[in-house]
C-alpha cells in the first residue's frame, strides 16, 4: 500500500508541474538515485535507495525581492517498502561559478511514514526500521554542490534533511543523499 501511495505522489508532481507550465516555465529537470536514511542529523533506522525526480522553475519576478530563489517541485520514492517517500515544493537559490554551481534551498515535504507517537511497549518491535515523524507536513532543506558538463546537462550531489523542527510529538527526521543528473530545457 505505501508503494502504491509513493507511486500515485509521483505522478502527481509532474501532473502539477506540466499544468503549472504556463504559468511559470520549467527551467531544468533533475533525476538521481539517494541512499536512504543516512548520513547526517536524522535517523538512520531506514534502508535502500530512494528515487528523486524534481521540476524546477524560473524565477518569477515577484520573487527577485528574495534573491530570485527558483520554485522547485520534487518526489523522492523510496524503494523498500517498509522506508518513507516523500513529495515537496520549495525555493531554490543557486550560486554559479564558471561551470561550478552550488545551491541551498528550503521548503516543506509531505511524506508518507509514520506520524504516530512513539510508544515502548507497542512498538518494540519496530523501533529499530522505523522513523517516528510526528506531523504529515515537514520541513525541508536541501543542497547540492555541483558541475554543469554541457550548457544543458548537469551532475551534482545532493543532500537533503526533513524533520517538524520539533513542532510535534516525535521529530527523528530523515537525511538523504546522493548523485543527480539536471537538464536544462
Known amino acids: 500500500m505505501r508503494i502504491i501511495s509513493a507511486i500515485a505522489a509521483f505522478l502527481s508532481v509532474f501532473g502539477i508541474a506540466s499544468a503549472s507550465y504556463a504559468i ?20 538512520s533506522k531506514e534502508q535502500g535507495v530512494a528515487i528523486n525526480a524534481e521540476a524546477v522553475f524560473e524565477s518569477p519576478r515577484i520573487l527577485s525581492v528574495l534573491g530570485s530563489p527558483r520554485p522547485v517541485i520534487g518526489a523522492t520514492v523510496a524503494t523498500d517498502s517498509d522506508a518513507t517517500s516523500q513529495i515537496y515544493t520549495g525555493l531554490e ?28 511497549v507497542a512498538d518494540i ?17 536541501a543542497g547540492d554542490v555541483g558541475y554543469r558538463l554541457t550548457d544543458t546537462i548537469s551532475a551534482s550531489f545532493h543532500f537533503n534533511h526533513i524533520s517538524n523542527a520539533g513542532l510535534c510529538n516525535e521529530n527523528e527526521g530523515l537525511d538523504q543523499m546522493g548523485l543527480r543528473l539536471g537538464f536544462r530545457l
Do not use: K, M
Not at 511559470?24 to 535517523?43: F, H, K, L, M, T
Not at 518491535?125 to 515537514?138: K, P
Open 125 to 141: 518491535n519496530r523501533v529499530d526500521h522505523t522513523v517516528f515523524f510526528g506531523c504529515r507536513a515537514l520541513f525541508r532543506l
Open 93 to 120: 537559490w543557486q550560486v554559479n561559478v564558471s561551470r561550478w554551481f552550488v545551491s541551498a534551498g528550503a521548503g516543506i515535504a509531505v511524506h508518507n511514514g509514520e506520524t504516530d507517537r512513539y510508544d515502548p
Open 24 to 43: 511559470v516555465p520549467v527551467d531544468e529537470v533533475r533525476a538521481g538515485v539517494y541512499a536512504q536514511s543516512c548520513c547526517g542529523i536524522g535517523s
